[in-house]
């Protein structure tokens, strides 16, 4: 899997393009497999060329996403971006660029995108650190526990930039006119700033941002072309389209050869690069001409709020920025990423998990059960998972009446689903679950009684295979959903209890809680399954186990029942798994909090980053999943039995319709790994 590293901008800080292809091209130098990934990029009515490349979401797009309160759909968008750039271009190692935005929280959007793309985290800043240091840690506060595991350093970018007269930095069409490029203050002709070694630090006080580039103001790295220039002022073009600029004058006397003159007179004679002739007059000089109708005070106002980016097409300032660039990053930098080594605890954010499941579940291609085919959520739900492609749901009832709750939703109920009359069905089950339950006596008149409930005529068609899985209890109970499983399913082999956990979406993390839902008070040994098959599900799903056996205390802290149970629970699943990182008693907090598990449980290897929680009786586990969930506004997935021998899964009886989605994606996965067993 590629390695990804992110350049998050701190405050403003603009033009990131140049570290971004520096940094792609030092990689590239040092034989990795090395591409950029611009999750957002500038909107088409900016200019009139494709800004973006076609991996990317254009922040017009981005702005949308965020008004109808779809973050979390804005970050898997992105990240199928990203999969699909690592598929085409088989990169090793991904150098995504942050967002500088001022229609929305870029600091909650960069930290969602790195998260989701599990990378590592270099800040970028376009002024020295002490001046900067506070913005540096406001930007790194949205990134959770990443900002202490996951930050590599600092880039340093354009400190030494021109400012206009509000003292504001401008890197467009502001090189400065002394000399043939820049003058003085420009490193046009200068060699790159060797990379430093040292750590930096404000007023004495150690910042954590170790510069790992120095990377100086270059007018050149923003020197648009007079085509593109034309576009941004909707004039007409004549002349050099691939003569660049790097200053605005208004004499046509003192122009030099990097500047661009702003007139409404044709001049005699001129040695602007361009030429931007205002008010409709027409005419040639310089090596371009662009004419337009707007006035002069209008294009330079236009022209001196040009933002700082790099046209797609651009490809000669592309290789030139990537050159100037590269050389200034330090090599300790490129040796880390070129190692290829992932992170010691990698992420799996819940935009993640969700396009995993997506993804997954699209690809296992199953049939999945929807007993209670007329609920108007479960119907929602059905059309949400046909529209996209998740599996092919089911529906139990009659066709008409479930078309009219689908109306009234206001949804389609169109291709890719299905409808089955219980009615019509029903006697084809009667034999098959006589001989099923012959020990328990049953007879024919009792199975077509038993065969009225819609959970047990899907139960029996997944038993024999017409189905692949089955999802209930939006209005059944748990025990009406699990119970003809029991009898008719059974557990898989190997498998000594059936358990169930819910996959926790928190910000950063997804967690996953068991058992919450069904075992009243195991066992040691019972806890000890628990804990082996939620941690076995948490990997066959994507999340690194890091198995926390929760209880009141961490370690000897503290004495009671539950510690004695968390304790020899411990020891047995340890036993039974030794590959697994299990640990226990911990406390919540212990789990959880590095700075916590520091003090409590410093020498395990789960304390402080446990992503899967055993919690000692089903009194605790509900309790603490569903404050977690009410409370802290969380997305709890579940409950997924585990240990049964064809996946079946119970809904909470409040589930809203993306519960039911992404139950129903989970249902799928589980049946494509069971034939891929």
Known sequence: MARSVMLVPVGKSDGLFVATNGLVKALQDAGVKAVA?????????ICDKECAQSYSISKCEAVKYLSQGKKSELVEAILGNYYRLIKDTGADVVVVEGVVADKFDQNAINSAICHAVDGDILVVSMGKCQKAMALVKIALSYFGNAAATRFLGGILLNADAPRDAKGQKKLVLSGHRD??????????????????????????????????AVIPYCCKNYAYRASDLAGFIDGALAGAGNARAS???????????????????????????????????????GQATICTKASVWAVAETLGSLPAFLLKDDAERAEAVAAYAAPCFNPLLIDTLKSGKAAEFPLMSPEAFRYKLTELARAANKRIALPEGDEPRTVCAAARVAAAKIAVPVLYGKKDEILKVAAAQGVSLDEGVEFIDPDEIRDNYVDRLVELRKK????PEQAREMLKDNVFLATMMLERDEVNGLVSGAVHTTANTIRPALQVIKTAPGASLVSAIFFMLMEEQVYVFGDCALNLNPNADELAQIAIQSADTAKAFGIDPRVAMVTYSTGTSGKGPDVDLMTEATKKAQELRPDLNIDGPLQYDASVMPDVAAQKAPNSKVAGKATVFIFPSLSTGNTVYKAVQRSANVVAIGPMLQGLNKP?????????????VYTVAITAIQAGQKDAK
């Open 37 to 45: 990934f611009r999750p957002l990029d500038a909107c088409k009515n």
């Open 179 to 212: 000399g043939d490029c820049g003058g003085k203050d420009c490193a046009c002709h200068k060699p790159a700033a060797a990379p430093t070694t040292e750590a930096c630090s404000a007023d004495g006080a150690g910042c954590g941002c170790t510069p790992l």
């Open 247 to 285: 200053t605005v004058v208004f004499d046509a006397a003192a122009a030099g050869e990097h500047d661009l003159l702003i007139t409404n007179q044709v001049p005699a004679e001129t040695k602007a690069a361009i030429v931007v002739l205002c008010d409709g007059v027409q005419g040639t000089a």
């Open 440 to 443: 328990k006596g049953l007879t």
């Open 648 to 660: 079946v899964n119970d809904l909470s009886r409040g589930a809203l319709v993306d519960d039911i």
